[in-house]
């Protein structure tokens, strides 16, 4: 077999699509002379609301502080209060959580389907208590975590509906994009992302004005109107450079999430190792943040891959209710989270790949045997 070097996300590589574009529009924006809360970042968020379909969005510096600005934004409009619960996925990446409780709210997690690996409905109606008032929902790996159910049970318990849609730029729910699902979205432009920047970028949409309105001043020190504070907020804004290299990226986000598909496409038609699951069925609307592989001996697949030139990744090692920053969560019963984080394996997806590269993967994981 020919030697292959596959790297899991050459983010070099990515830029370098874009090399003209790129330092067009980086050298315009250093050029004006306004770095802050300009006019590119107004570009940006205009039609980054206009693609996710949401009346407002509102940069920030970056995915965590958009969680944690929609939780504190609530907490200010009283629509939280110290000690409520917010449900949340056992199964994502340690920022959703942190977002809860570092407005002094309680996360309640729970186990997701192995099937699809979305939060579980059922188990959610179970975890809600008088003291619930939320649900944030993740749209992990990439892929769409709405379902009928969650919506009723939101309606039918009056409970916020706040989507993590950090790893799902792009995907689509019938209609309407996620981050714009629910009461309000946070989204990560972290450089890995689908949409990504050349640094730290986040933005909140929303169709809410008050809260929109409430986040633009949290994130600008708790001001709306210059040295007068009514509220204590912090400096998390979205710089001109990286609203200039986003709103350039923003044009070829389709594309590129259709390029992925296929990629995830071929895998998901010829990876055949009966070691090896996918997981679950494949949905149109997936953009394939992340392609996860689960399997037994996770640990030898990841060994075997490198050791025949394919770079992989495991999203995650340690699932938060394991992490030291969480002694008080490590007793909860979370057993498919578990399964989950001792089998996934991230295989390279991504549109610098060519399909020779996909088949020389498919190839390598479909000789794997254990022992
Ligand atoms: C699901 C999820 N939520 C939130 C975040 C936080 O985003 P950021 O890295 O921009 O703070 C990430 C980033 O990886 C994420 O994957």
Same mark, same amino acid.
């Given at each position: 077999m020919k030697k292959y070097k596959i790297p899991y996300l050459p983010l070099k590589k990515i830029t370098a699509m874009h090399r003209g574009e790129i330092h067009k529009t980086v050298s315009q924006t250093i050029d004006e002379g306004w770095y802050i809360r300009g006019k590119m970042v107004s570009k940006f968020e205009n039609n980054y609301a206009r693609y996710i379909g949401s009346a407002y969005c509102v940069g920030c510096g970056n995915g965590l502080d958009a969680l944690t600005l929609i939780f504190r934004a609530y907490k200010e409009l009283g629509r939280l209060k110290d000690d409520d619960e917010v449900i949340v996925p +056992? /199964?994502?990446? *340690?920022a959703s959580i942190l977002s809860i409780t570092e407005n002094h709210l309680k996360p309640v997690l729970v186990d997701p389907y192995y099937s699809s690996l979305e939060l579980d409905d059922f188990l959610a109606e179970k975890a809600i208590t008088k003291k619930t008032k939320a649900i944030l929902l993740v749209h992990l790996? %990439?892929?769409? +975590?709405?379902s009928e159910p969650i919506a009723e049970l939101c309606k039918k318990h009056n409970l916020l509906l706040i989507e993590d849609n950090a790893q799902a730029q792009g995907c689509t729910y019938y209609d309407k994009?996620? %981050? /714009?699902? %629910?009461d309000a979205s946070a989204h990560s432009f972290y450089p890995g992302k689908n949409l990504g920047a050349l640094g730290d970028a986040g933005a909140i949409t929303t169709n809410d004005k008050k809260l929109a309105d409430m986040i633009r001043a949290l994130g600008n020190y708790g001001s709306n109107k210059k040295y007068v504070f009514p509220f204590k907020g912090k400096n998390s804004r979205l710089d001109e450079i990286q609203a200039a290299v986003l709103n350039m990226k923003l044009k070829y986000l389709d594309k590129e999430n259709n390029y992925r598909r296929k990629i995830a496409n071929y895998y998901i038609e010829h990876i055949c190792n009966p070691n090896i699951s996918l997981s679950f069925d494949p949905i149109a609307d997936n953009v394939y943040h992340i392609f996860p592989i689960f399997c037994d001996k996770r640990d030898e697949l990841k060994k075997y891959l490198e050791e025949n030139g394919v770079e992989t990744m495991i999203?995650? @090692? *340690? @699932?938060p209710h394991k992490q030291n920053c969480y002694k008080e969560l490590a /007793?909860?019963?979370?057993p498919i989270t578990e399964q989950i984080h001792q089998t996934e394996l991230s295989i390279p997806c991504n549109q610098t790949m060519t399909t020779e590269d996909a088949k020389y993967i498919v190839n390598v994981i479909n000789r794997f045997h254990i022992g």
């Open positions: +056992a /199964n994502t990446y *340690i790996y %990439g892929r769409c +975590a709405m994009r996620t %981050g /714009n699902l %629910g999203h995650y @090692p *340690i @699932p /007793n909860l019963d979370l």
